[in-house]
């Protein structure tokens, strides 16, 4: 063989208990190879020890730098030679990977109802069996089959589809396999936001019959506590904490997850998207190898972008590349749409979750009544034109939303606000405005001052000159739905409003409640002496369920019942008092009382209260745009992609409301 023929040859072996691989041989050749000891240097990066290369490993990635040493040997021109125990490393990893890839592809058939006959029969029966108060539809029952058969999944059905029940026929299914079942699950851990925690052990009630041991890791226990409960040797069946609370309890929870065979669900789980390191993320993503099952819930799993993806697939097989792209690429897809490339990323990630949209529940069909135009009062009028020459014109001479300048978008912001504050109640407009700009600590108000000193007095002594008009024809159409015998629940954007219209309510003799952000959260058990104390959402929501509560109006703010909370067993009426550009809360709100489980004829109504010839007319329309793209993307798309469509404030909701000023002031 002559010199040119020579080809250097690199040994490779592997030292599981250090970590370490090592490469031996040739190592001068490699040394002196320009590019292939760059690619070594910097993605390797390997330490001289005598004659080898020593490359440091953890353990789980030990088969993907093996892949790296390989693809590096074969495209500079060397041979590679493997020690035994390299070669039953790789021989592992390809078996494991080929079960996988059955274990996969049997989740696919499930998903796409192509199930084992009797296999699925028997989960059925265990599930009618072990699940006695409930009765799930044949959707959910596919879903909770997929659930118990993977153990790993992700449900992201619309809000309303029943995911809670969901989560409960899977695990009623493992929690009842004999205890040296590899698949058996004895506890649940709930991740959520707090407004989650009632309806979890709610819903526990209403599918097993039987009120459920629960414990709520929540501010009223000291830390201490909550870390005697996770490592005592009984914990409750069902645990519940909020995101918030993880990150200080990530070691804790680690002890937990470990010594019990936990089935770790996170509950509206696109709180953990942020895929830029984010510590809850990181904390939730940490504590993921310990679970013995995990799930992951929300109907909008991907509200940003294809990117939002990443940690919920990678939380649900945390050894495995399940999704096949990493984040920068993610955001690429998003960013530049590409048909080849999507399709890859959703058949990547298929076997893995379940998605049912709002058509597939055949639920009983909504009425929208024709908005209700109020003409306002006389001051209010006067106000309202007053701040709407200013504003508009103020915007019209600023052009285009500029997403680059974070000043000018809030600037833009806050006009929308006072005007959409003058159009329900002028009061609002005394209340400075406080919109901090990122970590600009300055204040933004809509722009200077108001220079009219008759307007001036009209807004400060509003509230003694007049009642606004929307008040009135909400107490009227409130009356008229309370007569008949029914609850309704009145959304308003604004706190001053919520407080406004109860004040109004009480003084007319109409007993309400309001449920907005500052009303505190339910404490739980350990905390009973302050129950009957506080006023809490929770039991807002609990008593307002009841035929006896005293009350049948709610008055709500989106921020605050946006997510999982029902209102639908009970009322079946809203009534929309203010609406901001926001579809996402909009939608959400509607789902609130227009969700699965309604009985057959059920009729819900919707009316939208507006103050004619304002913003409100402005915002109406562009939300039925809005909602009609949304609904037709989470009817179209298996992992709904809204992009601007959701947003609260764009160029396009800016050109509708100057377009309706021109068209309203323009001289005949």
Known sequence: ?????????????????????????????????????????????????????????????????LSKIHEMLVKYGFEEARSDSSERVLCDFFEEERKFSDFSEKARHIRNNECDVSDFQEFVDSVSSNLPARLLYPLQLLSAYH?????????????????????????????????????????????????SFGPWELEYKECFGRAVCAKRLISGLS??????????????????????????????????????????????????????GGVTAQAVLKLAPYASGRVVLTGTPA????????????????????????????????????????????????????????????????????????????????????????????????GPIDLTSKFKAALTQARMIRLMQAATDPAMLKTPLKMVVQDDETPIEADQAIDDSEVLRAITDYEQIETPSKYVAVKELIEKIVSAGEKVVVWATFIH??????????????????????????????TSTQEDEAITRERIVQEFQSPSCPYKVIIANPFAVAESISLHKACHNAIYMERSFNAAHFVQSKDRIHRYGLKEGTETNYYYVLSKDSIDETIDLRLSEKERRMIEIMESMPIPLFDNVSDDLGDEDVKALISAYVRRTKKP
């Not at 589809?161 to 396999?177: F, P």
């Not at 200080?248 to 509206?268: I, P, T």
Request: aromatic letters at 10%.
């Open 147 to 195: 659930l118990a058969f993977s153990q790993n999944a992700c449900n992201f059905s619309v809000p309303g589809a029943g995911k809670t029940s969901i989560v409960y026929g899977a695990y009623a299914y493992l929690h009842a396999l004999p205890k040296e079942n590899p698949k058996h699950i004895d506890r649940l851990l709930i991740v959520g936001p707090l407004s």
């Open 1 to 65: 063989m002559s010199g040119d023929d020579f080809v250097a040859t690199v040994t490779i072996d592997i030292n599981s208990s250090k970590n370490e691989i090592y490469l031996s041989g040739d190592i001068k050749a490699l040394q002196r190879h320009r590019f292939a000891w760059r690619y070594a240097r910097d993605y390797l990066a390997p330490t001289l020890d005598g004659n080898r290369l020593v490359v440091k490993v953890s353990e789980d990635d030990t088969v993907s730098v």
């Open 223 to 276: 830390k201490e506590d909550k870390r005697d409960y996770l490592y005592s040797k009984k914990p409750a069946e069902l645990t519940l904490i909020s995101y918030a609370s993880v990150v200080s309890l990530k070691d804790d929870l680690g002890y937990f997850l470990r010594y019990n065979k936990v089935m770790m669900v996170l509950d509206e789980a696109h709180k953990i998207k942020n895929s830029s």
């Open 303 to 398: 509200p940003n972008g294809y990117e939002d993806l990443y940690n919920m697939f990678k939380f649900i097989w945390p050894s495995k590349n399940v999704i096949g792209f990493e984040v920068n690429q993610l955001r690429d897809i998003s960013a530049r749409p590409d048909e080849s490339r999507t399709e890859r990323l959703i058949n990547n990630i298929s076997p893995y979750f379940i998605r049912i949209r709002k058509s597939d529940l055949n639920i009983p069909p909504a009425t929208v009544n024709p908005p209700i135009l109020v003409p306002m009062g006389k001051y209010q009028q006067r106000i309202y034109d007053f701040i709407e020459k200013k504003y508009v014109q103020a915007i019209i001479e600023d």
């Open 497 to 526: 409003t919520v407080l406004g219209l109860k004040d109004y309510l009480l003084s007319c003799g109409i007993a309400c409640q309001e449920l907005y952000g500052a009303i505190p959260v339910e404490k739980g058990a350990e």
